[in-house]
């Protein structure tokens, strides 16, 4: 089993930072996927950016905002956002994968004021 737990989340002005960590535990193997999707009210879930040992890969809409990085000695991956928007508004939530398995973290809420 595999434990994913966020933090970093919260209220910020447009224009502003954040940045979003998350801490995996538990069986953890090399050659994971981690990743950051996001799910706003009333939309379904979606990928923001996720992150290999083969590259990162981003959505259209945080390219040149958002950068994905992983600390693979702490299990840990980063998501950086910058120049954030109100249309960024949600509940982002971590993710591993890891051949047919699957891991989400609970979540944690961004929310950008205008």
């Known amino acids: 089993q595999v434990q994913l737990v966020e933090s970093g989340g919260g209220l910020v002005q447009a224009g502003g930072s954040l940045r979003l960590s998350c801490a995996a535990s538990?069986?953890?193997?090399?050659?994971?996927?981690m990743g950051w999707y996001r799910q706003a009210p009333g939309k379904q879930r979606e990928l923001v950016a996720d992150?290999?040992?083969?590259?990162?890969n981003y959505a259209d809409s945080v390219k040149g905002r958002f950068t994905i990085s992983r600390d693979n000695a702490k299990n840990t991956v980063y998501l950086q956002m910058n120049s954030l928007k109100p249309e960024d508004t949600a509940v982002y939530h971590c993710n591993l994968k890891w051949g047919f398995d699957v891991y989400w973290g609970q979540g944690t809420q961004v929310t950008v004021s205008s």
């Open positions: 992150i290999t040992s083969g590259g990162r």
């Open positions: 538990g069986s953890i193997f090399s050659g994971n996927v």
